[in-house]
């Protein structure tokens, strides 16, 4: 009777074991797998999406940290996860009136991270590597209480969101601000399409070299559409950028340095900046016209995460019930 008592322990152990380790990277506690749809419940542990799979979450509770396996999705309306979110390559989250207490991170080759309306911590974007799949990082009226790390695809921080520590990116395929409130720095290297920056608040100094495609710092520039330039806590530097440089409608709380650019930079009249202007400008011209692709960075914002946020949640909806 004592050995099989024993036997029976030994087993139980070992279904444990592989219970606790069938997510990568769990917490010593049990993982809820979801693969379907899950309502206003609260998941008393780690959440795990399978590799391929989707799950489309309303209201939902998670009180520990959400893994996205590859080519695997979550979609999260009106929800609360209290760790961090892990999302692996070709992996998506898409997370609107929702809050995470942690930091995100999306992988080398992840798709992308949408968060709208939403609170987190740190976001992270790794970079591409030998990927395939250039990622994206979208996101509107949030706040990121912490810094924001792109190495990697399109990056756009829009509508009112509100970032309290540094943001920083370097090789991304463009970086934009618009309308948003940057506490830190702001650094942009190497992006592939350059920067765009409008209508927002950067208390810190900014920093953009080496981009190829230009930037653009308030309206009348030849990338982006915007209503208005933005004000700048500290002092801006655009060092060797390819191009065009354009800066409109901007204060300056410090000095503007230009050094490196070709063709050099445009700075409108209608700039104030305290710390003058250091380095060589092109002469003062008449405000160019608005580009005709203006708007088309906005536009794969709604084309990219809107796809496969319609895919993945057809998908949840179609796999029934996750059973949370």
């Given at each position: 009777?004592?050995r099989?008592?024993?036997?029976?322990?030994?087993?139980?152990?070992?279904?444990?074991?592989?219970?606790?380790?069938a997510?990568?990277?769990?917490?010593?506690?049990?993982?809820?797998?979801?693969?379907?749809?899950?309502?206003?419940?609260?998941?008393?542990n780690?959440?795990?999406?399978?590799?391929?799979?989707?799950?489309?979450?309303?209201?939902?509770?998670?009180?520990?940290?959400?893994?996205?396996a590859?080519?695997?999705?979550?979609?999260?309306?009106g929800?609360?996860?209290?760790?961090?979110i892990?999302?692996?390559?070709?992996?998506?989250?898409?997370?609107?009136?929702?809050t995470v207490?942690?930091?995100?991170e999306?992988a080398?080759g992840?798709?992308?991270?949408?968060l709208?309306?939403?609170?987190?911590g740190?976001?992270?974007?790794?970079?591409?590597?030998?990927?395939t799949?250039?990622?994206?990082?979208?996101?509107?009226q949030?706040?990121?209480e912490?810094?924001?790390?792109?190495?990697?695809?399109e990056?756009?921080?829009?509508?009112t969101?509100?970032?309290?520590?540094?943001?920083?990116?370097?090789g991304?395929?463009?970086?934009?601000?618009?309308?948003?409130?940057?506490?830190?720095?702001?650094?942009?290297?190497?992006?592939a399409?350059?920067?765009?920056?409008?209508?927002?608040?950067?208390?810190?100094?900014?920093?953009?070299?080496?981009?190829?495609?230009?930037?653009?710092?308030?309206?009348?520039?030849?990338?982006?559409?915007?209503?208005?330039?933005?004000y700048?806590?500290?002092?801006v530097?655009?060092?060797?950028?390819?191009?065009?440089?354009?800066?409109?409608?901007?204060?300056?709380?410090?000095?503007?340095?230009?050094?490196?650019n070709?063709?050099?930079?445009?700075?409108?009249?209608?700039?104030?900046?305290?710390?003058?202007?250091?380095?060589e400008?092109?002469?003062a011209?008449?405000?160019?016209?608005?580009?005709?692709?203006?708007?088309?960075?906005?536009?794969?914002?709604?084309?990219?995460?809107?796809?496969?946020?319609?895919?993945?949640?057809?998908?949840?909806?179609?796999?029934?019930?996750?059973?949370?």
């Amino acid at each position: 009777m004592r050995r099989t008592v024993a036997t029976l322990a030994l087993v139980s152990t070992a279904v444990a074991v592989s219970t606790l380790a069938a997510a990568p990277g769990a917490r010593a506690d049990l993982v809820t797998h979801c693969v379907g749809t899950g309502g206003a419940v609260t998941v008393p542990n780690d959440l795990y999406v399978p590799p391929g799979q989707s799950c489309a979450l309303t209201g939902t509770v998670v009180t520990g940290n959400v893994s996205v396996a590859a080519g695997a999705n979550l979609v999260v309306t009106g929800g609360r996860l209290s760790g961090e979110i892990q999302v692996a390559a070709d992996g998506y989250l898409d997370a609107t009136d929702t809050t995470v207490g942690g930091g995100i991170e999306l992988a080398s080759g992840g798709y992308g991270i949408f968060l709208k309306n939403a609170r987190s911590g740190a976001v992270t974007v790794r970079a591409k590597g030998s990927a395939t799949i250039d990622s994206f990082l979208f996101v509107e009226q949030s706040t990121v209480e912490g810094t924001v790390t792109a190495n990697a695809g399109e990056v756009r921080l829009d509508r009112t969101t509100q970032v309290t520590g540094n943001v920083s990116s370097t090789g991304t395929y463009y970086t934009d601000v618009h309308d948003s409130f940057v506490d830190g720095t702001l650094s942009v290297l190497n992006s592939a399409t350059g920067s765009v920056v409008c209508g927002s608040a950067v208390r810190g100094r900014a920093t953009f070299a080496g981009n190829l495609g230009g930037v653009q710092l308030g309206p009348n520039g030849n990338l982006d559409g915007c209503a208005s330039g933005g004000y700048w806590g500290r002092d801006v530097g655009i060092t060797n950028t390819t191009g065009g440089v354009t800066v409109d409608d901007n204060i300056i709380d410090g000095q503007l340095s230009l050094s490196a650019n070709n063709p050099a930079a445009r700075v409108a009249a209608n700039n104030r900046i305290r710390g003058g202007v250091v380095g060589e400008r092109a002469p003062a011209v008449a405000a160019p016209t608005r580009s005709k692709v203006a708007g088309t960075r906005d536009d794969a914002v709604d084309q990219r995460a809107g796809q496969r946020r319609t895919s993945a949640v057809a998908e949840a909806r179609a796999a029934g019930d996750a059973g949370l």
